[in-house]
């Protein structure tokens, strides 16, 4: 899942992208409103951080901007919570909002439910036939044994897993499975598919010439 942070505390922006890095998120960031703006509109992000204080344009600004175009799940972080602040910023389009000092716990969770909710899944787990996918704990199961896989195997998974049914091009897989600090091989995706049908059955994902990937 590839997430976009638009924050101009460094500290905190930094130190936010570590966390959800670890998380095995990919995580892209914007010091500024006009800088945050443009990748939203360009990237198909499966979650946008965004604070409202920022320079340049406004995090409400950007917000109003985006919805414009697009539908990508916003979480607003800001310092800004009162009541007047929270009704303005979901009536702008927001998905969810959350004052500023944050538990981390707590902001991980609702990403969670942001990204979820975005594939139209109401359930925290994944279930494909006998590969069962816990989001919270990252792991996969098979037959009820755990699966290792990596942490680029495990985002091709879950995001090819929430997207159950449709198919997905190798680029939509790479926009959303890798980040823009990520030097990336052409061919790594399939790469990862192979290492994941040997891991969790070579019947699991269905490959559509021309197309791209299937989870039936």
Same mark, same amino acid.
């Given at each position: 899942?590839?997430?976009?942070?638009?924050?101009?505390?460094?500290? $905190? $922006?930094? %130190?936010?992208?570590?966390?959800?890095?670890?998380?095995?998120?990919?995580?892209? $960031?914007?010091?500024?409103?006009?800088?945050?703006?443009?990748?939203?509109?360009?990237?198909?992000?499966?979650?946008?951080?965004?604070?409202?204080?920022?320079?340049?344009?406004?995090?409400?600004?950007?917000?109003?901007?985006?919805?414009?175009?697009?539908?990508?799940?916003?979480?607003?972080?800001?310092?800004?919570?009162?009541?007047?602040?929270?009704?303005? %910023?979901?009536?702008?389009?927001?998905?969810?909002? $959350?004052?500023?000092?944050? @538990?981390?716990?707590?902001?991980?969770?609702?990403?969670?439910?942001?990204?979820?909710?975005?594939?139209?899944?109401?359930?925290?787990?994944?279930?494909? +036939?006998?590969? /069962?996918? @816990?989001?919270?704990?990252?792991?996969?199961?098979?037959?009820?044994?755990?699966?290792?896989?990596?942490?680029?195997?495990?985002?091709?998974?879950?995001?090819?897993?929430?997207?159950?049914?449709?198919?997905?091009?190798?680029?939509?897989?790479?926009?959303?499975?890798? @980040?823009?600090?990520?030097?990336?091989?052409? =061919?790594?995706? @399939?790469?990862?598919?192979? =290492?994941?049908?040997?891991?969790? +059955?070579?019947?699991?994902?269905?490959?559509?010439?021309?197309? /791209?990937?299937?989870?039936?």
């Amino acid at each position: 899942m590839r997430l976009l942070i638009v924050e101009d505390e460094p500290d $905190l $922006l930094q %130190g936010l992208a570590k966390v959800l890095r670890e998380e095995g998120y990919s995580v892209d $960031l914007a010091e500024d409103g006009e800088e945050g703006l443009y990748k939203a509109l360009e990237t198909n992000y499966d979650a946008v951080i965004l604070d409202i204080m920022l320079p340049v344009i406004d995090g409400l600004e950007v917000l109003r901007r985006l919805r414009e175009k697009k539908e990508t799940p916003v979480l607003m972080l800001t310092a800004r919570s009162e009541t007047p602040d929270r009704v303005a %910023g979901l009536d702008r389009g927001a998905d969810d909002y $959350l004052g500023k000092p944050f @538990d981390l716990d707590e902001l991980l969770a609702r990403l969670r439910a942001l990204i979820r909710r975005a594939a139209g899944r109401a359930s925290p787990s994944i279930a494909i +036939g006998e590969v /069962g996918i @816990d989001p919270i704990a990252r792991k996969v199961t098979r037959g009820g044994a755990e699966v290792v896989l990596t942490a680029r195997e495990y985002a091709v998974l879950e995001f090819l897993g929430r997207h159950r049914g449709r198919v997905i091009s190798r680029t939509e897989l790479y926009e959303h499975v890798f @980040d823009e600090t990520d030097d990336t091989l052409s =061919n790594l995706i @399939d790469v990862h598919v192979s =290492n994941l049908r040997k891991k969790l +059955g070579h019947e699991l994902i269905t490959t559509r010439r021309g197309h /791209g990937y299937c989870i039936e």
